[in-house]
């Protein structure tokens, strides 16, 4: 998943802001389409009936004992879901505080004015790829072992732009902020299942909405310092 970051980014280095945003989604469309057409992946029907794996010679398809007691089979993804999701949030708030994450927000903020102070433009932006591949992977695969089964329809143009209004929402440089809109988007729609055809429509009114009355999100953007230079 790290290379296929890497792959995806190198082609996307001559676009910028909202239009290297659309160059990935139009990237997971791409991909998505050729999974439908390819034997491996079982087309359009996907790949049934995924075992599930085992740790340290415990089976994820057997209950959990802790201390006694008994828990379900299911409870075994529950903490190896937190565990990860508490790693991630560690290596994002390391990253945050680093050189790479100032390369980042001075990216984020302008290219321009980022490149003319030395950062090299092209690596940090594949870097980026690169990291979020990597995470978004973990979650694929316990997603895929958790229920035994994943298709393309899996990763539609819906899930991009699911994460891309959780982000918005959230506040983008916050990582609580995204955690908080990651909850509220996922939340939401589990609510409103009377309303499941008219989703898309409702992301794209919430983008809409805060874009216009708060583009910083539910969390803005903190000054910060850094230590050391680039």
Request: hydrophobic share 55%.
């Amino acid at each position: 998943a790290t290379l296929f970051g890497f792959i995806i980014g190198i082609p996307s280095m001559r676009t910028r802001d909202t239009y290297l945003a659309l160059v990935t989604i139009a990237f997971g469309v791409v991909v998505q389409q050729l999974l439908n057409n390819f034997s491996w992946t079982g087309g359009p029907n996907g790949l049934v009936g995924i075992p599930a794996p085992s740790l340290f010679g415990h089976s994820f398809a057997d209950p959990l004992v802790i201390f006694g007691w008994k828990l379900p089979s299911q409870a075994n993804f529950y903490y190896l879901s937190a565990a990860l999701v508490v790693v991630a949030i560690v290596t994002a708030h390391r990253l945050h505080g680093s050189r790479i994450g100032l390369a980042w927000n001075a990216l984020r903020a302008d290219e321009i004015a980022a490149k003319a102070q030395g950062i090299n433009v092209a690596w940090f932006k594949v870097l980026a790829f690169a990291v979020d591949a990597f995470l978004a992977a973990f979650a694929g695969t316990i997603y895929a072992f958790y229920v035994s089964y994943i298709s393309p329809d899996n990763f539609t143009f819906l899930v991009s732009v699911t994460i891309m209004t959780m982000v918005i929402v959230g506040g983008m440089d916050n990582i609580f902020g995204v955690i908080v809109g990651a909850f509220l988007l996922t939340i939401l729609p589990e609510k409103l299942r009377a309303f499941a055809d008219y989703r898309l429509l409702f992301f794209g009114v919430v983008i809409i909405g805060f874009l216009m009355i708060r583009p910083q999100g539910l969390f803005p953007q903190r000054m910060r310092r850094y230590g050391g230079g680039l």
